[in-house]
């Protein structure tokens, strides 16, 4: 079974940073795209930014500009550098992975880390 266990969630003031992280743990096949997606209170999940193993990112234009994502696939882990953080940034981030173990692929959910930005 194959888990992502997310970090680096917070409080911050707008203006700030914050730096988020996924980690794949448990035995691992393959993984191709990792990404990041938010769901702010009463509104529905989005796409933040993605990256694929060979480095392709996909940015939304929300956070263009201010927000970096990288990865290590030595380490399957995935990273959010988030600057310039603005109030409406503000949710729950929850990191994704697809994960492949021949002929299935299966699409890999993390528990959710809290990212609170004030005014």
């Known amino acids: 079974q194959v888990q992502l266990v997310e970090s680096g969630g917070g409080l911050v003031q707008a203006g700030g940073s914050l730096r988020l992280s996924c980690a794949a743990s448990?035995?691992?096949?393959?993984?191709?795209?990792m990404g990041w997606y938010r769901q702010a209170p009463g509104k529905q999940r989005e796409l933040v930014a993605s990256?694929?193993?060979?480095?392709?990112?996909s940015i939304a234009d929300s956070v263009k500009g201010r927000f970096t994502i990288s990865r290590d696939n030595a380490k399957n882990t995935v990273f959010l550098q988030m600057d310039s953080l603005k109030p409406e940034d503000t949710g729950v981030y929850y990191c994704?992975?697809?994960?492949?173990?021949?002929?299935?692929?299966?699409?890999?959910w993390g528990q959710g880390t809290q990212v609170t930005v004030s005014s």
């Open positions: 994704n992975a697809d994960h492949t173990k021949p002929p299935v692929t299966t699409d890999l």
């Open positions: 448990g035995i691992i096949f393959s993984i191709n795209t």
């Open positions: 990256i694929t193993r060979g480095g392709s990112t």
